[in-house]
């Protein structure tokens, strides 16, 4: 008898105990060889106090399984809760989202009948960063982080991911025209990784018009990896376009473990009316039998899905008169899938899955990269809710030292002194740009808190700083707007 595999089951909100339902009896029914432990995440353990969502012991059970099948939960607003997606996420290393979405022409209703774009999105960096700050009663910030390894890992695994499914393109959107060091960074290491992989085609789009593009005629494009909030985004936007977000499934690959879930939320507007789909969390639940080395199962409750879209047989989001044949609740839709166990498709392409997995292996990061530093100054954000910025500047200008000199002054990114725009609106928060007085000057840390110190002296009401460094002489930092 073949060995089951232990793995971590949530039911989360919403709809999500219905849909967890539904799959753990068809994935019963299909004989999948699971070793089912059961934790509570979601509501009910946010309102008991505890702020990420998840107990010590639930973290226990994800360590020992390594894997992990989750229904939506619902994340309060407010209140100082932390999203338990972003948590899990982050926490087990999860770096990798994937999320296939692929037309079921002519069964489900969809404008675009040849769509199949599998969208690999970076799970645990950009502005999810959750890194945030208020710095004055005007303004507030926040991070958007793009790491060299966190970025080859993913746009690695995009390309592993290719070759594992034989796709042959693989696209990056990115926004790097406008920030060139973050989106700049991401796109430079994919032309880096796409040369070690010359049997794939490979190009860049700048994300709005790689969106539109998607919307319009998303059969130009197969494997699309990006930076987690686009990918956030478009994934919705493509599950929308195949028909349903109640449709897609998504996998979240990390080293240390897997988490399977559907990309949909709690859907708390129909929760308990057995009206949701289960597809995605059972799509979800094939890519996790995949992974698991389950490929036979997955291939049975895959294929006997595809049959039931096939017959018309549709939850209320996806039925369309003409196209769909019977209209059924949660429970009515799983009986259905479980009775179609061990068929195949007519029509729609069966699926095989017993001697190729989907989940590649990256291997390690491997493009290193170590460089020279040079301190060449630093922006100080002050707090100025009153004057101009000329008279920032004259007050600023008492702070140089014999090293650091008042380069400009902006406000929102963009320069206002000097020669600023009159028509330039302005907030309280203004960041004062100090450079080094020459390019032979060697600046120490010593040097800018002297700098601080002078700023101290004058009452500049500084909330934030930056320094301002070269590295192998070219800057990391960008000019200011209007510079
Ligand atoms: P949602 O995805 O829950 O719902 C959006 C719309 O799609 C709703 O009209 C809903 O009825 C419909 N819908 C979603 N899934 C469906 C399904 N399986 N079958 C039929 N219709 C379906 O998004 P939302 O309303 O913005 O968010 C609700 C809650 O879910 C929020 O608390 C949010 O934080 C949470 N959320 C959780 C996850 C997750 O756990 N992975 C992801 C996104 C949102």
Same mark, same amino acid.
């Given at each position: 008898m073949l060995e089951s595999t232990p793995i971590t089951v949530a039911h989360g909100d919403g709809i999500g105990p219905e849909i967890m339902d539904a799959t753990l009896r068809i994935l019963e029914a299909a004989h999948a060889r699971l070793n089912i432990e059961p934790i509570e995440i979601g509501e009910a353990v946010y309102q008991r106090g505890v702020s990420a969502g998840i107990e010590p012991a639930a973290w226990d059970s994800l360590r020992r399984t390594k894997v992990f099948l989750k229904a939506p939960i619902t994340t309060p607003q /407010? /209140? @100082?809760?932390?999203s338990l997606n972003v948590t899990v996420r982050k926490s087990l290393g999860l770096y990798a989202n994937v999320r296939p979405c692929a037309s079921f022409h002519p069964f489900v209703e969809t404008k675009h009948p040849h769509m199949d774009v599998v969208i690999v999105r970076e799970n645990e960096e950009d502005l999810y960063a959750g890194v945030e700050y208020r710095y004055s009663d005007q303004e507030t910030y926040a991070l958007k982080l793009i790491s060299r390894p966190g970025t080859e890992k993913i746009v690695r695994y995009a390309f592993e991911f290719a070759r594992h499914n034989n796709r042959q393109r693989v696209s990056c959107f990115t926004k790097d025209n406008i920030m060139k060091l973050t989106d700049g960074l991401f796109h430079k290491v994919f032309d880096e990784v796409a040369a070690?992989? =010359?049997?794939i085609e490979h190009s860049h789009m700048i994300v709005d018009i790689g969106a539109a593009r998607l919307a319009d005629t998303p059969d130009r494009f197969d494997v699309i990896v990006m930076p987690n909030l686009y990918g956030d985004i478009l994934s919705d936007v493509a599950a929308q376009l195949i @028909?349903?977000? /109640?449709?897609c499934g998504s996998s979240n690959i990390g080293e240390h473990g897997a988490m399977f879930e559907a990309i949909h939320g709690s859907a708390p507007d129909i929760a308990a009316m057995d009206l949701a789909n289960p597809s995605g969390l059972l799509l979800g639940a094939v890519m996790m039998l995949v992974h698991i080395g389950q490929g036979d199962v997955a291939e049975l409750v895959h294929n006997a899905w595809l049959v039931t879209i096939e017959d018309g047989v549709h939850t209320p989001d996806i039925f369309h008169p003409g196209v769909s044949k019977q209209k059924v609740g949660t429970r009515e839709f799983t009986e259905a899938v479980m009775r179609r166990l061990g068929q195949t498709p007519q029509q729609l392409k069966t699926v095989r899955y017993r001697s190729h997995g989907m989940s590649p292996h990256v291997k390690e990061v491997r493009l290193a990269h170590s460089s020279v530093k040079e301190t060449v100054g630093v922006d100080l954000f002050v707090v100025w809710p009153t004057g101009t910025p000329d008279e920032l500047a004259a007050l600023s200008k008492k702070a140089e030292t014999d090293q650091l000199a008042l380069q400009l002054i902006t406000n929102r990114g963009v320069k206002?002194? =000097?020669? /600023?725009? =009159?028509e330039t609106f302005c907030t309280d928060l203004y960041r004062l740009r100090f450079l080094r007085k020459s390019d032979s000057l060697k600046l120490s840390h010593r040097d800018i808190l002297t700098l601080m110190d002078r700023a101290i002296e004058h009452k500049l009401d500084f909330a934030k700083t930056e320094h301002l460094i070269n590295f192998d002489g070219a800057p990391g930092f960008t000019m200011a707007q209007g510079q």
């Open positions: /407010g /209140g @100082g809760f932390k070690e992989y =010359p049997d @028909g349903s977000v /109640g449709l206002v002194w =000097p020669d /600023g725009q =009159p």
